[in-house]
């Protein structure tokens, strides 16, 4: 207890309150409010997301050190903090330039106002383009033609997005098939959806080193499960070799899915305002199940 009492004295009573607040005040708790608002936004959709709670555990480590007073962590702590502001930096350099470069390209009002007033009820996508992508993957799986096409979410995958070629096109069946047909410009590579469109094609995507993988896997499916560990996306893949339709979601591989199968994760991925979306997102808890069944 008089740890405790010696560490609130200490850092907590010496918080200021402002006896009067002027309209400056308010002007920068605006402006404050707001770039803090655009970081995390900017920290969500980069892999800074996930080196950000790695830093708040480490910080929640911190204080309880504090607390307790552990002198020998805490001062090792102090003498590596400067080096890990620079590792950080680092770490983070293509996601920084990044930022930079779209500060530079959007407007100061479209920052100002970051929310999507057209949203639509359909969720990330409409049923027309769910309906779309399962029609194209068991059509191209008829005929054996590979495909790995990748959906975001909320993770915007502009990384992945510049390796290809840009699109910029409503998802379609047709559109599709032909992207992915043999000895076509356009048919090697991954086809990236963001919402109803297709933005890019001929995407290059991580390949997963993951043991679990079966080893007649081709490249194909390792993009496929090297994206979902990287990213939070879903990605189906029709095996050239087979024709079998497999989702690879959360780094883990589903085999061999039908076409119900498939719609039913779509629907679950989708977001959709309904009464029915808690029954749709059964089908996480059952990945390893439906994993040890394709393996049989």
Known sequence: METISAFINKYLTTIHFPTRIVWTDIVEIVIISFLVYQILIWIRDTKAWNLLKGIIVIIVFLLFAAVLNLSTILWIAEKIFSVAIIAIVIVLQPELRRALEQLGQKSFLAGLMPFDMNKSENGRFSDKTLNEIVKASFEMGKVKTGALIVIEQNQVLSEYERTGIEIDAVVTSQL????????????????????????????????????????????????????????????????????????????????????????????????????????????KGRLKRDEKQADK
């Open 176 to 283: 599709l098939i032909n992207i992915f047909e043999h000895n076509t410009p356009l048919h090697d590579g991954a086809v990236l959806i963001r919402g109803n469109r297709v933005v890019s094609a001929t995407c290059y995507l991580p390949l997963s080193d993951s043991t679990r993988l079966s080893k007649d896997l081709g490249t194909r499916h390792r993009a496929g499960v090297g994206v979902s560990e990287m990213t939070d996306s879903i990605t189906i893949i029709v095996s050239e070799e087979t024709g079998k339709v497999s989702v690879a979601y959360e780094g883990k591989l589903i085999r061999n899915v039908n076409a119900d199968k498939l719609r039913s994760m779509l629907l679950s991925v989708q977001n959709k305002t309904t009464d029915e979306e808690k029954q749709r997102k059964g089908w």
